[in-house]
């Protein structure tokens, strides 16, 4: 496959990797944040090229992983109204809230289906007007665009039946809150479609303030590989700055259209991340100019008091500071097929990827 | 939160890009970008094009790795 | 007469008259040999020398129709497949329907002849029956159950046990993976991709018999749901041994794995319905691959890996890039992600 391929040759990744290996003395701990890369590390084995100098770390880049209790109990809650059609990307599906899940639902006789873009769920919004189509929205800002693009296109065509239930989140505050929690990181593998989407002057205040390096990374071993080598080499000379590696997608500036569909529908709000606690002005609510789309305005439902599973240490593992082997319940109560804790519920979390990657 | 891939662009129309990834073909939707042409690659996340390939940075991009391993022997 | 009704009827499976018209001029019709045709309440079947293979599954697949076939077609590869893999040479098939009232009949005749034509094609009877139709709802369309009858040499029994497997041991697949489980999905969801993926099913039994014929193996199991990972990972528990999987060795269709990239999926995980999973000596594996590669079923076979003493129990796959990972047992369904 075009643009894919190349990026996976293995002399080019084993080349980059003797480089770092020829340029790496310090010890550094470099962290990404991006579900993407945490596969991509794992799929291809990327950790174990690095010197033991490098140590790279996952930190909250799972949408899903970070969605409160709260939202999936919602989504729950909304998918028992008679005449809901839930319709939601396939990554929510399986998750568990505090009683059950969209998969149970649906054995139960919920109407709840899998799309693969939001615009399917405007389709069937036209083709079922007697029902009420609820979207759940997970997503960083590479995801959150698409949402707004389809309020939006509602609105303009008078769609009357569809609603998002929002828990988009943004990556610059996650990214501050680590580091002023006094995370020890000194670089961050940035996530290259989130930034193809807002541009890169969002990490700025990381370099600058806190002197953390930033490389916006593709998703290919090369292209991670790459990152990582770029990084090190800002650290080890002491010039930490925004730099980016993935030039064949991310501008600068971002994709402007993009932007301005968010602007147009959503603003910010504290949310709650699972397993960190609430970050201010993190979460994407959909303003009042399209709140008939809000389900949450829309709608009124009883969702139970959602509390952490006991021994399960996912807040840790999102900040980094722990990796799945230290958790008591990691691949014994807790694994992909019945997962406990934030980390293990998507495939993409820190804890799922552990699982199915290692050796 | 990044699952995209790259395809290329077939046709266009209006607001929607027939494009193909090995001969899987898809509509997808052009509502966050524009200036898109036939033969364009574009980037594509769940069913939106969220942005172009540059070929000329893609290739820039290749040199430089394979430039890292040409005073190696491999 | 039959061709007044456009869709089966409750009366179509109560065992008078609209019944054995819809058996007549359908299932005799399309099925018919002289021990089907007796229409006797059990089949009266010659008992082979050697021992008797049998095997069930019901098919209940949604969409019915899909590229490369329908549930028709799939219910006789299943079965025959299922015998063929254990080493028995597939003989006879009892086909049940549990129709939905209201389905039409065109589409079952359809069905019916996808069923008859593969049957004919894998060189096996149907040699009786059952027909039963259920209010509206009280099943999704229609649900076909096979069961098979083989005869199974004695030097052949050993295959379906996993017994003496060795570090060396190679194996090998017939062909490319994912097509079928891909070429379902999409047709079954509302994605709106478009490509050539067709399932492959198709009946493997002439294919294993030239194989059986021509070498020796050591172990064969057909890779249907889970995929290629949930066979291997079994295989690895049973015996205890490690298996070692090279990823440039898996044929893969373009498409195919292009799907896969798209949604998040492992090709290894999907299922198949035209391949089998062989596990031979190191010095057997040419001969079994001329034997492949000279059959329409085998054009793309290819050794993926081998059986060694290393990690026990364990399925590890060794990737392009250099880099190793553990291939897991499918948990669950494989979901599109948008992460």
């Known amino acids: ?359 | 939160m990044c699952l995209a891939i790259p395809a290329k662009v077939i046709s266009v129309d209006g607001v929607c890009a027939r494009v193909s990834i090995e001969d899987v073909e898809y509509t997808a939707s052009l509502l966050l970008l524009d200036d898109v042409k036939p033969g364009d690659f574009i980037m594509l996340h769940a069913g939106f094009a969220i942005e172009k390939v540059d070929p000329v940075e893609a290739a820039e991009t290749l040199r430089l790795l394979n430039e890292m391993g040409n005073y190696r022997p491999y | 007469m039959i061709q007044k009704d456009k869709n089966i009827m409750l009366g179509h499976g109560s065992g008078g008259r609209m019944m054995h018209e819809l058996i007549e001029t359908l299932f005799i019709k399309h099925f018919g040999n002289s021990i089907l045709n007796d229409q006797t309440d059990a089949a009266i079947l010659p008992v082979p020398s050697d021992e008797i293979a049998f095997t069930t599954d019901s098919f209940v697949i949604d969409p019915l129709f899909f590229p490369g076939g329908n549930i028709g077609k799939l219910a006789v590869c299943g079965t025959v497949n299922d015998l063929a893999v254990s080493g028995a040479e597939p003989l006879y098939l009892s086909v049940s329907f549990i129709i939905e009232e209201g389905f039409p009949i065109n589409e079952l005749e359809i069905i019916v002849s996808s069923l008859a034509q593969e049957a004919q094609k894998a060189g096996v009877l149907i040699v009786t029956g059952d027909t039963k139709v259920v209010n509206r709802g009280k099943c999704d369309k229609l649900f076909i159950n096979t069961s098979g009858i083989g005869r199974i040499r004695k030097e052949n029994i050993h295959i379906s046990k996993a017994l003496n497997i060795e570090s060396g041991d190679v194996i090998i697949i017939n062909g490319t993976i994912g097509d079928h489980g891909m070429a379902v999905m999409n047709a079954r969801e509302s994605f709106n991709f478009r490509t050539s993926v067709e399932s492959d099913c198709t009946s493997l039994n002439r294919l294993i018999s030239a194989v059986l014929n021509k070498s020796h193996v050591k172990f064969m199991r057909d890779p249907t749901r889970g995929g290629v990972a949930t066979v291997l990972n079994e295989l690895a528990g049973k015996t205890g041994m490690g298996i070692e999987i090279e990823e440039s060795s898996l044929p893969l269709r373009n498409s195919v794995k292009a799907m896969c990239e798209i949604l998040g999926f492992d090709p290894l995980h999907i299922a198949n319905e035209g391949k089998v999973l062989i596990v031979a000596g190191e010095q057997r594996a040419s001969e079994i691959m001329e034997v492949l590669l000279n059959h329409e079923s085998g054009k793309e076979s290819s050794v993926i890996g081998r059986i060694v003493n290393d990690h026990a129990g364990r399925v590890v796959l060794r990737n392009q890039t250099g880099g190793s990972r553990i291939i897991d047992s499918l948990s669950g369904d494989q979901l599109p992600r948008i992460c």
């Open chain 1, 1 to 359: 496959m075009k643009y894919v391929d190349e990026y996976r040759r293995k002399d080019l990744i084993l080349s980059v990797a003797e480089e770092i290996r020829t340029i790496s003395k310090k010890e550094i701990v470099l962290m990404e944040v991006c579900g993407g890369h945490t596969m991509a590390i794992h799929r291809f084995g990327l950790d174990s090229l690095l010197p033991p100098t490098i140590r790279l770390v996952s930190g909250p880049g799972c949408p899903v992983c970070v969605s409160s209790q709260h939202f999936i109990d919602t989504a729950m809650a909304y998918s028992r109204i008679p005449d809901v059609i839930i319709t939601t990307y396939g990554d929510l599906i399986r998750v568990p809230g505090s009683t059950t899940s969209l998969e149970n639902e649906r054995a139960n006789g919920s109407d709840i289906r899998i799309i693969y873009s939001v615009l399917e769920s405007l389709e069937i919004a036209r083709q079922n007007p007697d029902k009420k189509i609820i979207f759940p929205g997970i997503g960083f800002e590479t995801t959150a665009p698409a949402t707004a693009a389809a309020i939006i296109k509602a609105k303009q065509e008078n769609i009357s039946n569809f609603y998002v239930l929002s828990a988009h989140k943004v990556m610059p505050p996650v990214m501050k809150a680590l580091v002023n929690d006094g995370v020890k990181i000194d670089g961050f593998i940035a996530p290259g479609h989130v930034s193809a989407i807002t541009g890169i002057s969002i990490y700025d205040e990381l370099a600058s303030s806190y002197g953390l390096g930033v490389v916006v990374s593709g998703f290919e071993p090369a292209d991670i590989m790459q990152a990582v080598l770029m990084l090190t080499a800002q650290i080890e000379s002491g010039t930490p700055k925004v730099e980016v590696q993935y030039h064949r997608v991310v501008n600068k500036d971002g994709n402007r259209i993009a932007q301005k569909a968010m602007k147009e529908v959503f603003e910010y709000r504290n949310d709650q991340w699972r397993g960190l606690g609430m970050i201010p002005k993190s979460g994407l609510m959909i303003n009042d100019t399209y709140s008939s789309f809000d389900a949450e305005k829309q709608f009124s439902v009883e969702v139970p008091e959602s509390t952490e599973p006991k021994g399960c240490i996912c807040g840790q593992i999102l900040r980094g500071l722990k990796t799945p082997l230290d958790c008591s319940l990691f691949a014994g109560k807790c694994t992909p097929s019945d997962p406990v804790g934030a980390c293990m519920v998507s495939g993409e979390g820190t804890c799922a990827t552990f699982y199915r990657y290692r050796v």
